[in-house]
């Protein structure tokens, strides 16, 4: 997938192209799992295919502060459940 730069609008054509694995939603009142895969575009994803729906609170994810380590962490674990878990010691 070619790198995207800021924010762009997107239409449901340019969705089904880039072909999202998972898709990333905020958890503040967004739109529940259904609603997101109802939606024809996600619909044909490889993410509606697996359900693959990560919902985390966007001002925590783009907050740019003190918890930016722990909500990357929260990220990743929420992608790669199986690969991040806690440090050995």
Not at 49 to 52: F, L, V
């Given at each position: 997938m070619r790198?995207?730069?800021?924010?762009?609008a997107a239409s449901e054509e340019?969705?089904?192209e880039t072909a999202?694995?998972?898709i990333l939603s905020d958890g503040n009142g967004g739109?529940?799992?259904e609603q997101v895969f109802s939606i024809s575009a996600w619909s044909a994803t490889p993410a509606a295919?697996?359900?693959?729906l990560v919902v985390?609170?966007?001002?925590?994810?783009i907050g740019f502060g003190p918890r930016t380590a722990e909500a990357v962490r929260d990220l990743a674990e929420a992608l790669y459940p199986d690969e991040v878990g806690t440090p050995a010691n």
């Open positions: 790198e995207v730069n800021g924010f762009k340019k969705l089904v999202p694995y998972v739109p529940t799992r295919a697996n359900r693959a985390l609170d966007g001002a925590y994810m």
